[in-house]
């Protein structure tokens, strides 16, 4: 397939979002709560993209610890915790429904640009494309033939990129997805050194807490899921933050005889689960639950359990909807 032709958008759409543009005196750019690194990764592009296009424009993220690990991308010190603008266009990253943004924005104009097929379809302008395997190569390919992409919006889109393709080893990821960070790299995105800031900076709390949530794995169903849970203890013990505990879940995914892993973390406000899977549809589990997300990469959060009665309901569910290969 040649180049951006499997992620198009039409004149109309360009032509909507230019003129919702000039209507504007400004943009404000959100991405969802608890941000990973598609959703600030993309908010931080687009920011970094209209600033330099001279354009009025803010970035904001209701939750208040981001994820530090991001910190190298151009804007991450701009992010707010509240909106300013009161008249301006919104800009949604990564975001499925409008809950999720976290700010009430009722009578606002939105621009809705995801990936999740769960999107509700909330805004005035939907740049919805299921098939992108990261919200920024919804934004890279709509973007870039209206506007050129500046260095720092190319590496955040990057970042963006290898963090929802697990570092290009989901299911989704084709020859197209490399074409994206071909050109990415192109545009002056360094992909060691992306990729080392990334992973290479840990912090002792983040293995600490790791540690623990490892030494927590559970086994079901013939091994085939995989049950972590940390809980505010963990949190406190380790004096690791929430955000520390992106990707953890993958480790319990990475055992031979997984085919589901599930993550339970314990809030202050209830549960949080993310659901991963090596091809079982982890979504419409996470649907039930009133979440959403992707095929392999789902998740909800919960006040109704505690979290050995959300562990068996969980399990009944993946049993009951059939969705192990192996029984
Ligand atoms: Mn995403």
């Given at each position: 397939m040649?180049?951006?032709e499997?992620?198009?958008f ?18 404000t750019?959100?991405?969802?709560l608890?941000?990973?690194?598609d959703?600030?990764g993309?908010s931080?592009?687009?920011?970094t993209?209209l600033k ?10 209701a939750t208040?610890?981001?994820?530090r690990h ?6 991450f010190?701009?992010v ?24 009430d924005?009722s ?17 005035i ?26 260095r ?20 989704n ?6 074409e ?14 992306i990729?080392?800031?990334?992973l290479q ?7 600490r ?16 899921v ?7 203890e ?8 929430y ?9 319990a ?26 091809g ?12 959403g ?21 969980l399990?009944e ?5 059939g969705v192990l290969t192996?029984?």
């Amino acid at each position: 397939m040649s180049r951006g032709e499997r992620l198009s958008f039409s004149r109309e759409e360009r032509k909507r979002f230019q003129s919702l543009l000039s209507e504007h005196r400004s943009v404000t750019v959100l991405s969802h709560l608890h941000p990973d690194a598609d959703a600030l990764g993309t908010s931080l592009g687009i920011y970094t993209l209209l600033k330099k296009e001279g354009i009025r424009v803010e970035i904001a993220n209701a939750t208040s610890d981001l994820p530090r690990h991001l910190d190298f991308l151009e804007g991450f010190d701009r992010v707010k915790k509240k909106i300013d603008f009161d008249d301006s266009l919104i800009i949604a990253c990564d975001c499925g429904s409008l809950d999720r943004l976290g700010f009430d924005l009722s009578g606002r104009e939105i621009v809705n640009i995801d990936h999740h097929p769960s999107n509700t379809e909330y805004g005035i302008l939907n740049l919805v494309r299921p098939d992108a395997v990261s919200s920024s190569e919804v934004a890279f390919r709509f973007f870039a033939p209206i506007f050129p992409i500046p260095r720092p919006t190319a590496e955040a889109f990057y970042a963006a990129l290898l963090s929802d393709t697990r570092y290009f080893t989901t299911g989704n990821v084709t020859a197209e997805s490399f074409e994206v960070a071909r050109e990415l790299i192109e545009l002056g995105a360094e992909p060691g050194v992306i990729a080392q800031a990334m992973l290479q900076r840990r912090s002792l709390a983040s293995l600490r807490v790791l540690g623990r949530a490892l030494a927590s794995l559970r086994l079901y169903s013939d091994a085939q899921v995989a049950v972590l849970t940390v809980t505010r203890e963990d949190l406190a013990a380790t004096g690791a933050r929430y955000d520390n505990l992106d990707g953890v879940v993958d480790y319990a995914r990475s055992l031979v005889t997984v085919e589901i892993a599930v993550m339970i973390v314990e809030r202050r406000d209830g549960l949080k689960v993310s659901l991963r899977s090596k091809g079982a549809d982890v979504m419409q589990i996470a649907q039930d639950f009133g979440g959403g997300g992707h095929r392999e990469a789902a998740g909800f959060e919960t006040t109704e359990y505690t979290i050995e009665a959300l562990l068996e309901a969980l399990l009944e569910a993946i049993k009951n909807k059939g969705v192990l290969t192996k029984r």
